[in-house]
């Protein structure tokens, strides 16, 4: 379904507002709203899912990050929205935090602290995401304004 309305405006609603980018980009798509880990997710379904998702996810990160900056433009508290195609981000997700359990496993049985290498905000956000509620671990990055920056994973102290 290609949409042909306006652009829509900072108020509309994230579906509307990322189907109106698809739209005038040309794309042939289906949005489905579902919800993921408290976070709406917006899944968009294409046979074009190649020129969206861009190489090494590149493309998918920038329709994300510009429909939020949209949708922020109205309301700068706003939750943010989580852009998938395909279940790409979905997949990419899980094989990331099976990859931070695999170096949670050696911070245990270690005892010593590792740092990932450097990561863009989402997957950071889906990292300290995964080792929230976990006991035995916490997850920190640095706080300075680069754009991609490495996670600290040790042993939670007591009274951490």
Do not use: C, W
Request: aromatic share 4%.
């Amino acid at each position: 379904m290609i949409n042909s309305s306006p652009i829509a405006s900072p108020s509309g609603t994230a579906r509307e507002t990322l189907d109106t980018l698809l739209g005038y980009l040309g794309f042939v798509f289906e949005i489905e709203e579902q919800e993921r880990d408290g976070h709406q997710v917006l899944q968009i379904l294409t046979h074009e899912s190649e020129a969206l998702i861009g190489p090494r996810g590149q493309t998918l990160d920038d329709l994300q990050f510009l429909l939020n900056r949209i949708l922020q433009s109205g309301d700068r508290n706003g939750p943010r929205v989580v852009v998938d195609v395909d279940h790409h981000r979905a997949m990419r997700d899980d094989t990331l935090v099976a990859k931070m359990h695999l170096l949670a496993e050696a911070v245990k049985s270690t005892g010593h602290s590792l740092q990932t290498e450097p990561m863009n905000s989402y997957d950071r956000f889906v990292v300290h995401n995964a080792f929230k509620d976990d006991p035995d671990l916490i997850t920190s990055s640095p706080s300075d304004a680069a754009k991609m920056k490495r996670i600290t994973i040790k042993i939670r102290r007591s009274g951490t």
